[in-house]
């Protein structure tokens, strides 16, 4: 289950002019400030660590803004991530059941518990059975409803499981 979207995207990016003549690896300088939105969400949604691929550049452009020199590039990228919406099914392990309901996530590549997991998945006691389940148990989930918060390390989803 590829739980991820490769989604192509488009930037506007300035850097220090002192930080180019330092490091002439431009692509570089541009790759590692990209870097700063992965394993966090943004409104592309979560952005998977290391799949940030630049495809295209635009030549710089040279700006003075505050007496600071800049070079401004116009920058094409792919990324992967994960963009949840309601009606989505998810397979997912339970981590914990408390008496509101089940906390689950979702494993993906070499994520094996909640603490780590781009997606936590709360099932409300009303959307389940509480008694039925046990930790580590393998359940299906339909998303309906869920809230990404900007920057966060993990978006939150509420489910109900699909026998």
Do not use: A, H, W
């Not at 991530?81 to 906390?103: A, R």
């Not at 709360?122 to 990404?148: A, H, L, M, Q, W």
């Amino acid at each position: 289950m590829d739980i991820f979207t490769e989604q192509i995207l488009t930037k506007t990016i300035q850097i220090k002019y002192k930080d180019i003549t330092k490091n002439r690896n431009i692509d570089g300088i541009i790759q590692n400030e990209l870097k700063k939105n992965e394993g966090k969400s943004t409104k592309e949604g979560y952005i998977l660590k290391d799949s940030i691929e630049i495809i295209q550049r635009s030549i710089g452009k040279m700006l003075t803004i505050n007496k600071e020199s800049l070079i401004q590039y116009k920058v094409t990228y792919k990324i992967k991530s994960i963009l949840p919406k309601i009606g989505d099914k998810y397979e997912c392990y339970i981590q914990n059941i408390t008496k509101m309901g089940l906390l689950c996530f979702v494993k993906i590549e070499n994520i094996e518990d909640i603490t780590n997991s781009p997606l936590l998945i709360i099932v409300p006691k009303e959307y389940c059975k509480i008694d039925k389940y046990k930790e580590g148990d393998k359940i299906n989930s339909t998303i309906i409803d869920f809230r990404i918060k900007y920057m966060s390390p993990q978006i939150q989803l509420i489910g109900k499981i699909e026998d």
